[in-house]
């Protein structure tokens, strides 16, 4: 049974910066990704990284902003995120394993209880 817990999230100024972790128990050398969800919005794709770190995908509007990592000794993904803005405000979760998509969230097959972040402009 893989669990997942994320910390890290908070509350920071526009422009500032927060680092995710993900830290898993169990089997977890799979791909890992990061979904956020911000009020009255559906879940959406925020990073990947495959079970060596070797490919990492993003969506668009944090590309150059945010990176993806893994430390696959401590069992832990972590999700930098710099310049941060209003528009990054939501709560992000972790997810586990990945089938064909990286960015369905339907593909994943384990998920973290979530970690709030706001941003405050």
């Known amino acids: 049974q893989v669990q997942l817990v994320e910390s890290g999230g908070g509350l920071v100024q526009a422009g500032g910066s927060l680092r995710l972790s993900c830290a898993a128990s169990?089997?977890?050398?799979?791909?890992a990704g990061w979904f956020r969800q911000a009020p009255g919005k559906e879940r959406e794709f925020v990073a990947a990284?495959?079970?060596?770190?070797?490919?990492?995908k993003y969506r668009d509007s944090v590309k150059g902003r945010f990176t993806i990592s893994r430390d696959n000794a401590k069992n832990t993904v972590y999700l930098q995120m710099n310049s941060l803005n209003a528009e990054d405000t939501a709560v992000y979760y972790c997810?586990?394993?990945?089938?064909?998509?990286?960015?369905?969230?339907?593909?994943?097959?384990?998920w973290g209880q979530g970690t709030q972040v706001t941003v405050s402009s």
């Open positions: 997810a586990l394993k990945g089938g064909i998509s990286w960015y369905d969230q339907d593909d994943y097959n384990y």
């Open positions: 990284i495959n079970w060596n770190g070797g490919i990492t």
């Open positions: 169990g089997l977890t050398l799979f791909r």
